[in-house]
C-alpha cells in the first residue's frame, strides 16, 4: 500500500483539516478573550456584547496572519504586504469604532 502524494505544494498549507484547526484556535483565542473581558469590565458587559468584541479582535489578527502568509505563498514583496496589512488594520479599527454602517 502506498502513501497519498500531495500534488499540489499548497494542499497541506490549504487544506481542510489546516482550515478546521485554524478556525478552532481562532474560536479558542476568542473564548478566552470574551472570558477576559468580561472579568476586567468595572461595570460588567454582557456576554453577548463580549463575544462580539472578541471576534472582532480575533478576526482582525487572523487576517493579518492569513494576508501574510498568502502573500508569502504568492511571493510579494515583504512592503507591499505590509502596506496591504496596514490598510486592512485600518479598515477593521473603523469598523470595530464605528460599526458597519460607514
Same mark, same amino acid.
Given at each position: 500500500?502506498?502513501?497519498?502524494? /500531495?500534488?499540489? !505544494? *499548497?494542499?497541506?498549507? !490549504?487544506?481542510? %483539516?489546516?482550515?478546521?484547526?485554524?478556525?478552532?484556535?481562532?474560536?479558542? /483565542? $476568542?473564548? $478566552?478573550?470574551?472570558?477576559?473581558?468580561?472579568?476586567? %469590565? *468595572?461595570? @460588567?458587559?454582557?456576554?453577548?456584547?463580549?463575544?462580539?468584541? $472578541?471576534?472582532?479582535?480575533? $478576526? /482582525?489578527?487572523?487576517?493579518?496572519? =492569513?494576508?501574510? @502568509? %498568502?502573500?508569502?505563498? =504568492? @511571493?510579494?514583496?515583504?512592503?507591499?504586504?505590509?502596506?496591504?496589512?496596514?490598510?486592512?488594520? =485600518?479598515?477593521?479599527?473603523?469598523?470595530? %469604532?464605528?460599526?458597519?454602517?460607514?
Amino acid at each position: 500500500m502506498t502513501s497519498p502524494v /500531495c500534488t499540489d !505544494s *499548497h494542499d497541506v498549507a !490549504s487544506g481542510p %483539516e489546516l482550515r478546521r484547526v485554524w478556525l478552532e484556535i481562532n474560536a479558542r /483565542c $476568542a473564548d $478566552a478573550l470574551t472570558a477576559a473581558l468580561i472579568k476586567t %469590565e *468595572h461595570e @460588567g458587559i454582557p456576554k453577548p456584547v463580549a463575544k462580539l468584541k $472578541a471576534r472582532s479582535i480575533v $478576526a /482582525c489578527f487572523a487576517l493579518i496572519v =492569513e494576508g501574510i @502568509g %498568502e502573500g508569502s505563498a =504568492e @511571493g510579494k514583496p515583504r512592503d507591499a504586504m505590509i502596506e496591504d496589512m496596514r490598510a486592512a488594520i =485600518e479598515a477593521c479599527a473603523q469598523i470595530m %469604532e464605528y460599526g458597519f454602517s460607514r
